[in-house]
C-alpha cells in the first residue's frame, strides 16, 4: 500500500537551531510531494511543493526541501528556526494513478509537531 | 488571496444523527475532497469530486457518507447515521487543476455523543 512515513513525532528545538524533518514514501512511480504547515488554530497551509525538475525546492519562510528519488525521502530543512515556526509539519504525497486521468487524492504522513523555545 | 471556507467550525451531534458539513471552496476551483483527521491521527483522504460526480474515494467512505454539490458555490459532505468512531476534524479542500496543490479550509470539528 502506498505510505508516507514521518519519522519524527514531536520535535523540540532552541531559536536559531537547524531543522531537518524526515519524510519517506513508499512508492516507486511518479510523485508530486508537498509539505503543508498547520500553525496553532489554522488551517493547513503549503510550505513547499515538488513536481518536477531541480530536486531542491524552496519555500516560504526559509524552509527548503531535497527530493532524493533513490532514497524515496523529501526531507525538509530549515538553517535557524524561529519562535514562530512552531506548528505541526506535514509530508504529503500524491500518486500518479494513469488509469484514473491522472493525480487525485494527497496521501498525509502522521505529522511532525515542532516546538520552538525562545 | 481566496480561502476554503468550512462552517460549522464545530459540530456536536447525537450518535445515529444526520449531519451535513459545509464547504464553500475557492470560486474558480473544479476539483474538491474531503479529508478528516483523527484525533492523534494522520490526515485520511475520503473523496473526490470533479464535474459533478465522485472521481475517487477511500475505504472510509461508505454507504453512510455522501456528497454533492447543490448550487455553484457549496461542497457539502453528509453522514446519514454518525457512530462514534466518526468524530474527527473534517477538511475541505479544493485546486483548479488536479496536477496543482490543493487549498484547505480550517476544518470543521465533529463531536460525536
Known amino acids: 500500500a502506498q505510505s508516507v512515513s514521518q519519522h519524527n513525532h514531536h520535535v523540540i528545538l532552541s531559536e536559531a537551531a537547524s531543522l531537518e524533518l524526515g519524510c519517506n514514501y513508499s512508492?516507486?512511480?511518479?510523485?508530486?510531494l508537498f509539505w503543508y504547515v498547520q500553525y496553532p488554530g489554522q488551517h493547513l497551509q503549503l510550505l513547499l511543493k515538488?513536481?518536477?525538475?531541480?530536486?531542491l525546492v524552496k519555500g516560504i519562510k526559509g524552509f527548503e526541501a531535497e527530493f532524493i528519488k533513490s532514497k524515496f525521502s523529501f526531507n525538509l530543512r530549515k538553517p535557524s528556526v524561529q519562535w514562530s515556526d512552531t506548528a505541526e509539519y506535514f509530508c504529503?504525497?500524491?500518486?500518479?494513478?494513469?488509469?484514473?486521468?491522472?493525480?487525485?487524492?494527497?496521501?498525509f504522513g502522521i505529522g511532525t509537531k515542532l516546538q520552538v523555545i525562545p | 488571496e481566496p480561502e476554503v471556507t468550512q462552517t460549522p467550525s464545530h459540530q456536536v451531534t447525537q450518535m445515529g444523527q444526520e449531519v451535513i458539513l459545509r464547504c464553500v471552496p475557492i470560486?474558480?476551483?473544479?476539483?474538491f475532497y474531503w479529508y478528516r483527521q483523527i484525533l492523534g491521527q494522520k490526515v485520511e483522504f475520503l473523496v473526490s469530486?470533479?464535474?459533478?460526480?465522485?472521481?475517487?474515494k477511500s475505504e472510509i467512505f461508505d454507504d453512510q457518507f455522501s456528497v454533492e454539490r447543490p448550487d455553484g458555490s457549496n461542497f457539502t459532505l453528509k453522514i446519514r447515521s454518525t457512530k462514534l468512531e466518526d468524530s474527527a476534524m473534517y477538511f475541505c479542500?479544493?485546486?483548479?487543476?488536479?496536477?496543482?496543490?490543493?487549498?484547505f479550509g480550517d476544518g470543521t470539528r465533529l463531536s460525536i455523543l
Open positions: 512508492y516507486g512511480g511518479t510523485v508530486n
Open positions: 504529503a504525497v500524491k500518486y500518479s494513478r494513469l488509469n484514473s486521468g491522472g493525480y487525485q487524492k494527497v496521501t
Open positions: 479542500a479544493s485546486t483548479w487543476e488536479v496536477y496543482q496543490p490543493q487549498h
Open positions: 515538488y513536481f518536477s525538475g531541480d530536486p
Open positions: 470560486s474558480n476551483h473544479l476539483y
Open positions: 469530486f470533479y464535474n459533478n460526480e465522485i472521481s475517487e
